[in-house]
């Protein structure tokens, strides 16, 4: 491999000639540097990336650790993610921590031994815990994206999830609905939380009652929508309307009330959350509250690069706001 004393043999220059044109760090004359472009290409020269990120301490690298799962939110938020490290010049290593809170931090634990830049945590199973690695890397710059209290520093990137809560259920009571139920991700995750209490407080201001069986508990998955309403089903009597808690679960719903010859939105409307791109590919197309996620990765990478750049101090707490998309999946009581 080609080496810059290489270069500066063929081109009759000094090795710091040929730094300074590499690397543009010094004026030199366009006839030494069009002498030292030309051996540096005859030779195949390529710049040695670990010798320049040990120069700048910097390796142009962010890492990002993300839970694995069925949701394609994960895969659009990593694309915003991955576009934006592109157009700024960084790459990106993605790690999948499976839900397994040591394979996590054993991932946080090689990233920061491989010297990135900063880091993306969008796992939820670190939702309040500490983390002993980054006491060793205290000077780390870490953005959070889309979970809630942390036992370390850090920015964060978050959905309005109580405003997407309330919006759907508001949705629904406005297209005539007074029989709502609700079918939840984990109550002891933070966005699943105050999602729920978002559609409380729509409930609560319309003066409406809460049915204990329309309000089931779940995991944000498919199979866990197609056990909440099977459970809701065999409890009796249906509402006229579900918020379904993410677009995943929704699915999962959806497949359980056609096995049970159930019309939607007919017999039952179902609106969903998170605006997956498949939702509008549904039979019927999902009626759902859009997350910003291409925006959400895309605000994290940004944020990252400016605590990287020192251009901010203070912690950041970025939110984005959720919008309703109508679809065919409610049906219109009222008009």
Request: hydrophobic share 40%; charged share 20%.
């Amino acid at each position: 491999m080609a080496t810059m004393k290489d270069i500066a043999k063929l081109a009759g220059v000094s090795t710091s000639t040929v730094s300074h044109v590499i690397n543009k760090s010094r004026f030199v004359s366009d006839e030494i540097a069009e002498r030292v472009n030309n051996a540096a290409k005859a030779l195949n020269y390529a710049p040695s990336a670990l010798a320049r990120s040990l120069k700048v301490n910097r390796t142009q690298t962010i890492g990002m650790l993300v839970t694995t799962s069925t949701n394609p939110f994960f895969g659009e938020v990593v694309k915003g993610v991955e576009r934006s490290c592109y157009q700024k010049g960084y790459n990106l290593i993605l790690c999948n921590t499976e839900g397994d809170n040591e394979r996590m931090k054993a991932s946080i634990d090689t990233l920061l031994q491989k010297r990135v830049d900063g880091l993306l945590l969008m796992c939820s199973t670190l939702e309040g815990e500490r983390i002993e690695v980054f006491d060793r890397y205290p000077d780390i710059p870490v953005v959070v994206m889309d979970w809630g209290p942390m036992s370390f520093a850090s920015d964060k990137i978050q959905d309005n999830s109580y405003q997407g809560g309330y919006l759907a259920a508001q949705y629904l009571i406005d297209c005539g609905h007074r029989d709502i139920g609700c079918i939840t991700g984990p109550l002891i995750k933070y966005q699943a939380q105050i999602r729920y209490e978002g559609f409380k407080r729509a409930m609560n201001e319309a003066g409406l009652v809460f049915n204990r069986d329309w309000v089931i508990e779940s995991d944000f998955e498919c199979e866990g929508g197609y056990d909440a309403f099977n459970t809701m089903y065999a409890s009796g009597t249906l509402p006229s309307a579900i918020f379904v808690c993410n677009d995943m679960m929704a699915m999962g719903v959806i497949n359980a009330a056609n096995e049970k010859g159930i019309r939607i939105p007919d017999d039952l409307s179902i609106i969903g959350y998170d605006d997956i791109h498949i939702a509008k590919f549904m039979t019927p197309s999902l009626t759902t509250i859009h997350q910003p996620k291409y925006r959400l990765g895309q605000a994290a990478v940004e944020t990252l690069l400016k605590r990287i750049n020192k251009e901010i101090t203070e912690p950041q707490v970025v939110q984005l706001e959720p919008t309703l998309v109508e679809r065919q999946s409610v049906r219109v009581l009222v008009q």
